[in-house]
């Protein structure tokens, strides 16, 4: 009995050291905590949150509507469930103001659940939030199935009073649950931060305004807000792991020191440092090199704040570890001692800032820790907790009256400015214009040839009664006369035919210099025919890829719309998977197929200003040449991507189905992983060997997305291989490929990965189907330090290709592949193995 009671006493100590950690906390000036559309107080983590009648802050809404959610049992399961039970609705414009005490840097949280509703369908809500200075939200849209969201900003509060105002979209309403307003210590964020890229140092951080994207507690459980001194959630970091086999999680029930001064419980709280994700033993692994990497996935065209946490709760003496921190595979800190930082101690808070830019078309940033590169260092490395915040929320967020009024004129003089250049531009831009119009009417030029050299100059004339007014110049490729496209094919004769579309019929034909083309012949009564002719040939002439199908010219004359490709030898790819009497492909054939079509995708959507969405990815769309090199074709519902600040284009669903992507298909909201998702249909084609939809298959089988997710969730996507390429594949290869299509096929578009992920996880199937890797030897491809310069070589000769500089052929860009890299680090770690045997 005495030692029941002297466990319990033990327990009830340890419990109330943790709540004496927890609850000295942070007074903030301003705390308003307010549950929206209820009628009663909520009592969330011993936190009050007010209903929205209080008399201390005022609300501006044209129509007081409040709701009630009539399922409360949807939301049982979630974290602060009472939140979610009501919400205020907003059909116009409205406000909160809220009296602000202490100017300076806030929290500013947004509680959002869209439940059902008799009145509003909240699930299709649409809306924008600000406040003075920032745009917080814009064009919001609520998670669907009924999701909860949860937004978090830090900003600058430079006025008396906080206006936070909702605006809905055109026919739609906006609401919110819950909401929050709370001063944060001034110190959280220091002025300065180091630059990842360039290793120069950052000035401002202070006034700038955040989002807050990710925050996480790595090797230990999630943190509520009642265990941190301002409230913050800290999630659990396993979902962010690319490979949670080379980390493993620690954790240290001591004493943790803070540095005065420089850090408090406010920095994180102790739960964070008191758990790690630490590099797994190395002993396992060829020459112990690997790293520890986490990767999220992001909006491009911002910079983000990164905070690393760390406390060294693993040595046992001073200086015993030292690690590298990456962030993007670029170095961020090398050969880190924690002892030295933190002045000759351990179990001491230590925190690291650093700024990286996402640029446009990359929607990913990872975080990595690995072994340090000083000799006789032990493999090792750690990490405590992480926070990513998203900077540059709209707004100047300036603090007088007088320096947003100079902001104002100096932007104003600017704009004018501009317009006045502008319109000079574009005066002399159509007087030389209208000088060549007029020096070469009646004329027309040759295209150059695909091979490099010019073709002859074909004979054509001013078209006359046209479908489509299109430039005669190179802008929109070659315009090529009717007469010589019929001499071309033989006058259309049916056996040239090649394919058939939705846009028309496909013909080969021989052009009088002995190019062999495909003529594209549409329909020209099908208005969908015009849409497609006209973006096909505004865009192709702007894309030059060895992995695109490239548009030689076009024909409008007597209301024709036809097209001219370069000939591709082999057809398409579907129909040497099924459907015909073709030899079969071998395994390496079609990775090299996937690889070169999964390159042609991502340059379109990284290549130019905007994305380029291609919208009807598929096999039939993808040609191959005489040598089985992939092209990307057939770009008539291509769209260009979202403008900048946006997250997707809204259109009426258009594609192919079985490979439509079921989010475009519910929401109609197109972006680049749309295409992605496309092409993780053609992954499954590609394995399979089978149409996309068979309904003459038992009912599981009928769709090949349903039945080959299932194989491979279950780890056993080898049961359901072509039986003519099942024994040429190494299981590794096998099992890499399976993840990238199960990736590329999420419901959601932002669980996908871009197209410069696939590339890359196409490269590495390829090199474990040429190379006896074992799983140890797999692991070691995360050796950022090895790997890093290659890639940011290759990186810049793809830009470089991009821009069109130098005179690199076509052929070097195959070359220059990131099969190299893989090869020679896999080799290496052979090697390696070998010496060490």
Not at 351 to 372: A, H
Request: with cysteine.
């Amino acid at each position: 009995m005495a030692e029941t009671f002297l466990r319990l006493g033990l327990l009830l100590f340890l419990f109330l050291l943790n709540i004496s950690d927890c609850c000295i906390a942070f007074t903030p000036a301003d705390n308003y905590l307010i549950d929206c559309g209820s009628l009663t107080n909520t009592t969330i983590d011993r936190r009050v949150f007010v209903a929205d009648t209080s008399l201390s802050w005022r609300l501006k809404t044209p129509k007081d509507i409040t709701a009630n959610n009539t399922r409360p049992s949807s939301v049982s399961s979630l974290d602060s469930a009472s939140l979610y039970l009501n919400a205020r609705i907003f059909t116009g414009a409205s406000s909160y103001s809220f009296p602000i005490r202490q100017q300076g840097k806030h929290f500013i949280r947004l509680f959002f659940f869209p439940f059902d509703n008799q009145d509003f369908n909240l699930t299709t809500s649409k809306f924008s939030v600000s406040t003075q200075d920032s745009t917080l939200l814009l064009n919001f849209q609520p998670l669907p199935d009924s999701t909860t969201s949860f937004k978090e900003f830090l900003v600058n509060i430079a006025h008396d009073n906080l206006i936070l105002n909702f605006v809905p979209a055109r026919n739609s309403v906006a609401f919110i649950s819950a909401l929050e307003v709370v001063s944060m210590p001034e110190n959280l964020i220091l002025d300065t931060a180091q630059i990842v890229k360039t290793k120069g140092t950052f000035q401002g951080l202070a006034r700038e305004q955040f989002e807050m994207v990710y925050r996480l507690n790595m090797g230990g459980p999630k943190i509520f807000p009642e265990s941190d001194t301002l409230s913050r959630t800290w999630h659990a970091d396993g979902v962010f792991l690319v490979d949670a086999s080379v980390a493993k999680n620690v954790s240290y029930s001591g004493p943790i020191d803070y540095v005065k001064g420089a850090s408090s419980p406010e920095t994180a709280p102790k739960l964070v440092y008191s758990t790690a994700a630490v590099l797994a033993s190395q002993n396992a692994t060829v020459g112990g090199v690997f790293n520890v990497t986490w990767k999220f996935s992001v909006e491009s065209g911002f910079n983000y704040l990164v905070r690393m946490h760390f406390c060294d709760i693993v040595s046992k003496a001073l200086n015993e570890l030292y690690f590298n921190a990456y962030i993007n595979s670029l170095s961020a800190a090398s050969n880190i001692d924690l002892s030295a930082i933190a002045s000759n101690s351990l179990h001491t808070v230590i925190f690291m800032d650093f700024v990286i830019d996402v640029p446009s078309g990359s929607n990913n940033l990872s975080v990595t820790i690995g072994p340090s590169n000083m000799n006789n260092a032990d493999p090792d490395g750690l990490l405590n907790g992480l926070e990513i915040m998203k900077m540059g929320i709209s707004g100047s967020g300036t603090s007088s009256e007088s320096s947003s009024k100079s902001n104002i004129g100096a932007i104003l003089g600017g704009a004018f400015g501009a317009i006045a250049v502008l319109i000079l531009a574009v005066v002399i831009f159509c007087s030389i214009r209208r000088k060549k119009v007029k020096k070469h009417e009646g004329k027309s030029f040759p295209p150059s040839s695909i091979n490099g050299g010019n073709s002859h100059i074909l004979e054509s004339k001013p078209c006359v009664g046209t479908t489509i007014s299109f430039r005669q110049n190179t802008d929109t490729g070659y315009r090529f006369s009717i007469a010589v496209l019929q001499e071309a094919t033989n006058n259309f004769d049916e056996n040239l035919v090649i394919g058939v579309g939705g846009f028309g019929k496909v013909y080969k034909g021989v052009l009088r210099d002995e190019m062999k083309v495909a003529v594209k012949r549409g329909n020209p009564k099908s208005q969908q025919g015009l849409n497609e002719f006209h973006t096909e040939i505004e865009l192709l002439p702007r894309l030059r890829h060895r992995h695109l199908v490239s548009l030689i010219g076009y024909c409008d004359e007597r209301n024709e719309m036809i097209l001219v490709y370069e000939y591709m030898e082999k057809g398409n790819l579907r129909s040497h998977l099924y459907g015909s009497d073709l030899p079969s492909l071998t395994w390496k054939q079609r990775l090299e197929i996937c690889i070169g079509s999964a390159r042609g995708l991502h340059y379109l959507h990284t290549g130019s200003v905007k994305a380029i969405i291609h919208r009807d990815v598929k096999s039939a769309n993808i040609l191959l040449d005489e040598n089985l090199v992939a092209k990307v074709s057939d770009f008539g519902l291509s769209k260009t991507g979202p403008e900048l600040g946006q997250t997707h284009v809204s259109t009426a669903v258009k594609g192919s189905f079985g490979y439509l992507d079921p989010e475009y298909f519910r929401r109609q909201q197109l972006t680049e992983k749309s295409d992605v998702y496309s092409f993780g249909v053609v992954m499954l084609e590609v394995i399979c060997a089978r149409p996309v939809i068979d309904p003459t298959l038992t009912r599981e089988m009928v769709n090949l997305k349903e039945w080959g997710m299932t194989w491979q969730q279950r780890g056993e996507l080898d049961q359901i291989v072509d039986p003519r390429i099942a024994g040429d594949i190494k299981p590794n290869s096998l099992r890499k490929f399976g993840e990238i299509a199960e990736k590329c096929l999420a419901d959601f578009g932002v669980e996908r990965p871009s197209m410069g992920d696939v590339l890359w996880n196409l490269e590495y199937a390829m090199q474990l189907q040429e190379t006896e890797a074992d799983d140890a030897e797999v692991n070691s491809i995360n050796n950022i330090s090895k790997i890093s310069p290659q890639i940011e070589k290759i990186s810049s000769f793809e830009r470089s290709y991009d821009r069109g500089i130098g005179s690199t052929s076509l052929n070097d860009l195959s070359d220059m592949s990131m099969s190299r890299v893989f090869s020679q680090l896999i080799k290496a770690d052979s090697r390696h193995k070998q010496n060490l045997d």
